[in-house]
């Protein structure tokens, strides 16, 4: 392959036009994960954590986090009351909400962002791997073209075009650079890769034990699994697939021909954690963001498929209930 020819690949890869379908719906998950913790997870708690009077008060994450260094905090604006605080937690929702229903969906989706950020930085020991990871796609989900779809703002632009008059511009959005979705999407797999490297640098995942201890951690575990936690040879083929398709997600997950197995034995990976092991978010930050990797025809085409399955049996079966 030719030196113009990469770079003709490389240019494809960041920029050729693609439609908004998938990073449109990856934008309502995301947002369904960030009101999650919002709601559930901090919810009446909120100021247990991140009030003036938090349990890891601000002075000591400061001095012991921060080492006295700055950080992006915009809780530091604010007075340092309850009802200030407790007001930005109201603010963080609605943000969320507006985020999900696609409203203001450039800005909403920052401020979900950056209030991420200031929440990590407030307190950084209420925080999970998921956290961090939805923190770190989510800049490049703000100045993604998220909201062309499935959103209020795209309802609005088209409403205010009928009414002007102005009809050819009444139509789907045109396709766009998909370079924000990329970098997701690298996101994802650097977070294999890092994985990855960091199991085959110890002995336990390469002696096939590893997942024996992880099925030992009884403070963490969520449902029961008899049949494999007791199983010394399961337990070793586990261990093994996890390397396997730990390797694979960021490597053959960006062939044709391979992404789909490469998915399909992730979400198995992610799904089987989430069962045994209680980790809010965690997993399904990861789930959620497999779906970037899934082109926006081929989804198009599955939805599609599924609709003329489901009208045909609907059909039939109302068409035999009527000669009944």
């Not at 960030?34 to 708690?45: F, R, S």
């Not at 991140?50 to 604010?78: C, M, S």
């Not at 198009?300 to 039939?316: E, G, I, Q, V």
């Amino acid at each position: 392959m030719t030196i113009s020819a990469l770079i003709k690949l490389w240019r494809q890869f960041w920029f050729a036009p693609e439609d908004s379908t998938v990073i449109t719906i990856y934008r309502i998950l995301y947002g369904l994960l960030v009101l999650q913790v919002a709601v559930v997870h901090l919810g009446a708690n909120f100021l247990d954590w991140y009030g003036p009077k938090a349990i890891v008060t601000l002075p000591t994450v400061v001095k012991y986090f921060w080492h006295n260094e700055p950080r992006f905090d915009w809780l530091l604006l604010l007075p340092q009351t309850d009802s200030a605080i407790g007001a930005f937690h109201l603010a963080f929702i609605f943000a969320t909400v507006f985020m999900i229903i696609g409203f203001g969906t450039r800005y909403s989706t920052l401020f979900v962002w950056l209030s991420l950020v200031s929440l990590h930085h407030q307190d950084p020991f209420n925080i999970n791997g998921g956290d961090g990871f939805l923190r770190a796609v989510g800049p490049w989900l703000a100045f993604s073209n998220c909201g062309d779809k499935y959103s209020l703002d795209a309802w609005l632009k088209n409403l205010i075009n009928r009414k002007r008059g102005r009809l050819d511009l009444i139509t789907d959005c045109p396709a766009k650079a998909p370079w924000a979705q990329r970098m997701i999407q690298i996101q994802l797999a650097l977070v294999y890769w890092q994985t990855f490297g960091c199991k085959i640098a110890g002995s336990q995942w390469l002696d096939g034990s590893a997942v024996y201890y992880a099925t030992r951690l009884d403070d963490m575990f969520r449902f029961p699994a008899p049949l494999i936690a007791n199983n010394m040879f399961l337990l070793k083929i586990l261990n093994w697939f996890t390397l396997i398709i730990e390797l694979a997600g960021w490597t053959l997950i960006w062939f044709k021909d391979t992404r789909y197995w490469v998915l399909l034995g992730l979400l198995g990976l992610h799904l089987g954690i989430d069962y045994m092991i209680n980790l809010p978010v965690f997993e399904w930050a990861f789930i959620c963001t497999l779906l970037t990797f899934v082109p926006s025809h081929d989804l198009t085409n599955f939805f599609s498929r599924l609709s003329t399955y489901y009208k045909a049996k609907l059909k039939t079966k109302f068409g035999a209930n009527s000669h009944k």
